[in-house]
């Protein structure tokens, strides 16, 4: 079974752009969450989704926006990059009707704004 | 922001000891918590999980022990192998508390360093 797949892996932008990242499920998992993991605040919450539906969201500014699409694939979007932005962001899939905290996680993409 | 506490600490053992690794949380509105191991260049991989209804559990070679008292969980790893070396996380899942989300609150991590 597949596991999370996450794309692109690596990536530069510079200040000022936007990016799209790519997030497959496991398949059959109905609820995507994304994370950003930085040195200095560990992993932090961005979004969750849930059959096309956000269902919950973390303390990030409106720059950051996802969405989740029928075949529960997600993308999230971070729009006129900061320096601060630069992290790994992290996709996480679960069966997702009820919590179990279970998640799997992909490897990531490492974002780096110049 | 929301956290689940600990700085980075690192933690040296050698191969075969046990190994105990420690974290704080704030929320006494907790309801459930989750260690995850993540190695280098991967993303984090669940180890196991707790209610707060329990104060133990254990599965294969790991033991997590809540105390709700002091708001305090723990990871036990029996035989620590090198394989073991990792960062582990603590984690509580956010609010809704007693809604459905799958919002975790991570600690900031324990290096695991198992010496041969």
């Known amino acids: 079974k597949a596991g999370v797949t996450q794309t692109p892996r690596y990536l530069i932008k510079t200040r000022g752009q936007q990016v799209t990242l790519s997030c497959s499920p496991i398949s059959g998992h109905r609820s995507v969450s994304w994370y950003q993991q930085t040195p200095g605040q560990g992993l932090q919450f961005l979004f969750e989704?849930?059959?096309?539906?956000?269902?919950n969201k973390g303390n990030f500014p409106g720059r950051f926006s996802g969405r989740q699409f029928s075949n529960s694939r997600s993308e999230m979007n971070v729009s006129t990059l900061e320096l601060g932005d630069s992290a790994l962001y992290l996709c996480?899939?679960?069966?997702?009707?009820?919590?179990?905290?279970?998640?799997?996680f992909g490897e990531g993409s490492r974002l780096t704004v110049l | 922001g929301e956290s689940v506490g600990l700085h980075l600490p690192t933690l040296s053992v050698q191969e075969g000891d046990n190994s105990i690794i420690n974290c704080a949380y704030s929320n006494s509105a907790s309801d459930y918590f989750i260690w995850y191991k993540q190695e280098s260049g991967k993303g984090p991989q669940f180890i196991i999980d707790i209610r707060s209804n329990m104060d133990k559990r254990q599965g294969q070679r790991v033991t997590v022990l809540l105390n709700k008292t002091v708001k305090h969980l723990s990871l036990q790893i029996a035989a620590t192998q090198p394989g073991d070396s990792a960062v582990y996380f603590c984690?509580?899942?956010?609010?809704?508390?007693?809604?459905?989300?799958?919002?975790?609150?991570f600690g900031t991590g324990t290096l695991l360093a198992v010496q041969p």
């Open positions: 996480a899939s679960s069966w997702g009707q009820t919590n179990t905290g279970e998640l799997f």
């Open positions: 989704y849930f059959s096309e539906t956000q269902r």
């Open positions: 984690a509580e899942r956010g609010p809704p508390y007693g809604g459905a989300t799958n919002k975790l609150i």
